[in-house]
């Protein structure tokens, strides 16, 4: 029970940081936390914890330290890091996962 909650916890930071800092919504399906939780060993779980960590890599690019990040990822080999940057596209450059508000788009939804 406590390693959902604390999974949830962060999930919710997670998309709060999205929502405020990045001004994005995540639109893909959130990781199911009790699937994680229940066997972290079999394929649905591991599927899950994959979009977390998706999530957390779209933070950890676009947050304002995101040189440090970037540089960390360069450090590692040439295949890590073009796995490590397709997932990153998944979040950053897929609208089918994330979204990025413009303010005009708010303004038209407001007005509908």
């Known amino acids: 029970m406590r390693r959902a909650q604390n999974l949830h916890y962060i999930l919710e930071g997670i998309q709060n940081y999205f929502a405020v800092t990045l001004e994005q919504v995540i639109i893909m399906r959130l990781p199911d936390l009790l699937a994680i939780c229940k066997d972290a060993e079999n394929d649905d779980s591991l599927y899950e914890m994959e979009k977390m960590l998706l999530l957390l890599l779209g933070c950890s690019v676009q947050c304002e330290n995101k040189e440090i990040m970037i ?42």
């Open 71 to 112: 540089q960390q990822i360069q450090r590692l080999e040439t295949g890590v890091q073009h796995a490590v940057v397709s997932h990153i596209k998944e979040v950053t450059d897929n609208p089918d996962n994330v979204y990025a508000f413009e303010w005009e788009d708010i303004e038209a939804m407001s007005k509908a």
